[in-house]
Structure formats: C-alpha cells, structure tokens
C-alpha cells in the first residue's frame, strides 16, 4: 500500500530519529567552523609581512578563487545525493559509477579552470579598482594566483569525494579530512612564510600542498571499495545527459546565490564605505549561522537519498520532519543568541566608535536572519538527497526575482532595503521548497 510519507508521526526530541541526523551533523558543523579558522591564520601570517598590499593581494585573489570553486560546489551536492540513493538500493556497482563520473566532471572542470587562467585574472582586476595605487595589490594578488590557480582539479576532486563520504553516511572521516587539511596548511604556513621567506607564495603552496594531504587520505580510505567494485570504462563515458542536466541545474542554483550574496557588497558601495563594512560585520553572523545550518542539512542529504533508495515512505517522512524541527530549534536558538549576545560581538568585531553606533538601526536584520533562513538551509538538504535539482533552481531563481524587485522598489530604505530583500530572499527560498514538497509529497516514492 503506498503511503504518504509526510503524514504526522509522533518522534520525540532526543528520539532514535534525531540521534541519527545528530550523528552524521556534528562532524560537518565542527568541519565547517574549521574553514574561516584557517583563514584567521593565513591573515595573521601574511600580515606580518612588511606591507599591507600583500595581505590585501592575497585577500583579493583568495576570495575570487573561492568563488570558482564554489561555483563548482554541485559536485558535491549531487554526488552526495546520488550516492546515497544508490547506498540505499544496496548497488554498490552504481555507487561507484557516480564516483568515477563526477571525479571525470571534476577533472574536466578543474583542466578548464587551468587553461583559462589567464582571463580569469584579467576578469579580477576588471572587476576591481583601476587605480595606480592597487598597482603592488595586484602584483601581489598575481603571485598568489598563479600558483593556487594550479590545485583546482585537486580541490574540485575533495568536493567530489567529500561528497561520496557524505552520502555513504561516513560524516566523522569528512570531518578528520578536513582537520587535517588544515593542521597540514597551518604548519606549512608557519614554515614556508616565517621561516622559509617565501611570502604570499608560500601560502598558496600550503594550500596546495593540504589539498594533496585531503585527497590522498580519502582514496586511501576507500580505496578498499575502489579495489572491490570494478567499473567498466564504457559505463563511465554512459548516461551522462541525465547527470550534465542535474549538475547544470544545480550550478545555475549556486551561481543565482553566489550572484545575491556578491550584490550585498556591490550594491552596498552606492550608500558609502560604511554600509560596506556594516553588511560585512551583518554577513559574519549569517555565516556563522551557516555553520550549524549547512551541518544538518549535509546530514539530511544523506538521510533522505539512502531512504529514498530503500524506499521506506514513513522513515522518509520522518527524517524530513524531524530533520526541519531540528534546524527550527537551532534557529530560535541563535535567535535568542543574537537578541542577547549581538552587540556584545560586533564590539569584538570593530572598535570604531562610528560604526558601532551605526550599528543600532541594523540589529533587527541579525534578528531575523535565523528564523528567516533556516528552511532554505534545511530544504536544500532534502531536495538534494531526493534529486530534485530542477525543483532547486527553479525555487532560488524566483527567490533572486523577488531579491531584485524588492530592491528596486524599496530604494528609499536605503541599505535597509538591501536587507530587507535579502531577508525575502532566503524566506522565499525556503517557502517556495516546502510549497513544492507539500505538493510533491504523494510522489516521493
């Protein structure tokens, strides 16, 4: 008899259902805090160098190659997603085949990534300031830039295989992966720059060096299942409409965010340096947020492909359920941090009197962040794990349509109307999910 795996079901807090997505979600929470730590580190080392332009090179050319490589974050969406479906039909013969397709992809992509180079420098510096004084900035930024250009296809592999862990429900190995990526960059940043003399080039080297250490400790560890399983060549260069499609329609998905994310920044220059650096300090307690977030929902991912895979409708509905009242409980939790602790962190964050005082008429959107938000982080997790990628890009296209709109229309607010977009964007985001998933709800299986 088919069931509709949305229908009421009672799981208490603390039940066998939440302990599950607990379980795969704290590894990824505590992997995602890591990252900016890192971060902190290669600015303390590279600040200490003799002048600012180096920091700042570094900082231009670091934060653009972050973004093509998060632009290529599908990889790791839908391996995770069509990995854990086959996990939970028990072919591990497919598993496999997803593997070595999307590791193809990210071969593919990364070689693109090192042939073009060379204008996707040109298009840093088109996108920044023509100005004399950037001259040394840009020098330093190029020499960063020509060598941790060069570990895109390693880096787009760890997305890919960080991907199959996740899926397979292997989260802790993700996260001892991550740690020691970074230990790796940390320590040879302490060496190469200090040590060795060899400034911005030394880090980029670490980074390099850190994603080689990631990717070779988890082929080490699955190399088991990759001597177990073998896959025909000819399987592997097969089927690839269906999953160009899917990554297409996640990359237009990210790309649609990564375009509402950068306008914060952008459009925030029209209104002053000192709407810039308030969206900055705003923007540091949404990433923040992100991390417990984006932690439950990787877990959901997982979850939910592998019981989509086993096809047990009820189980299904469960972990959907539970997976959104969890993340509803972190959200009211950081509401109540923010409300009590925000003003308190923005003193940590700057010490200029005037921007904390310009502060005062902001704290309402770092209110509002969590509850607004937390459903298109949750949602994403689910639509993942079912394969629902054109459901994804549809739903974050109509939500930057109606970012945009609101913009347009609330000009008058200022900045304020900046965040008041962003606000509807990610509520829009999440409601137009659940509007999908009520709707789709008895044809999940």
């Known amino acids: 008899m088919h069931m509709n795996p949305l229908i009421p079901c009672r799981i208490r807090i603390g039940s066998k259902i939440d302990n599950t997505i607990w379980h795969l979600a704290w590894p990824m929470i505590l992997a995602n805090i890591s990252v900016p730590l890192l971060g902190f580190v290669d600015t303390a080392v590279i600040g200490h160098l003799s002048d ?33 479906k086959a996990r939970g039909q028990n072919d591990r013969q497919r598993v496999m085949l997803h593997l070595w397709q999307a590791l193809l992809l990210s071969g593919v992509l990364g070689a693109l990534i090192l042939i073009l180079q060379v204008p996707l420098f040109s298009l840093l510096t088109a996108l920044s300031a023509d100005d004399l004084a950037m001259a040394s900035t840009y020098e330093a930024a190029k020499s960063y830039f020509d060598v941790r250009v060069w570990v895109a296809p390693i880096a787009l592999a760890n997305m890919v295989l960080s ?56 082929i080490w560890l699955i190399r088991p299942e990759i001597k177990a399983v073998t896959v025909k060549l000819r399987d592997v260069f097969s089927g690839w409409a269906t999953l160009l499609k899917m990554n297409g329609n996640l990359f237009i998905r990210s790309a649609l965010l990564q375009l509402c994310l950068s306008f914060m920044t952008i459009y925030a220059t029209q209104f002053g340096s000192s709407a810039v650096a308030l969206n900055a300090i705003i923007m540091q307690f949404f990433l923040f947020l992100s991390f ?19 096809q047990k409708a009820r189980r299904l509905g469960m972990f959907i359920k539970r997976g959104v009242t969890i993340g509803g409980v972190f959200a009211v939790g950081y509401f109540l941090l923010y409300l009590l602790c925000s003003q308190w962190v923005v003193m940590l964050l700057t010490d200029i009197p005037e921007l904390r005082t310009q502060m005062d008429p902001y704290y309402k959107w770092i209110y509002l962040l969590p509850l607004c938000s937390f459903l298109s982080f949750l949602l994403d997790g689910v639509f993942v794990g079912l394969g629902w990628d054109k459901a994804m890009c549809n739903s974050m296209a109509i939500a930057a349509g109606v970012f945009f709109l609101v913009i347009s229309i609330s000009s008058a607010l200022g900045n304020h109307g900046l965040w008041l977009g962003f606000c509807l964007f990610m509520l829009m985001r999440g409601l137009g999910q659940l509007m999908i998933l009520y709707r789709q709800r008895n044809q999940l299986l």
């Open 52 to 84: 600012s332009h180096f920091l700042a090179g570094t900082a231009l050319a670091s934060l653009f190659l972050s973004v093509v490589f998060w632009l290529m974050g599908f990889l790791r969406m839908s391996t995770t997603g069509l990995v854990a």
């Open 163 to 218: 991907g199959f862990l996740i899926g397979s429900g292997q989260t802790r190995w993700v996260l001892r992966a991550v740690i020691t990526c970074n230990l790796v960059n940390l320590l040879l940043d302490l060496l190469f720059v200090p040590v060795l003399g060899m400034g911005v080039q030394g880090v980029a080297l670490a980074s390099i060096i850190a994603e080689v250490v990631q990717c070779t400790m988890i």
């Open 292 to 310: 417990a977030l984006d932690g439950i929902a990787f877990a959901l991912e997982s979850l939910v492909g592998n019981t989509l895979g086993k």
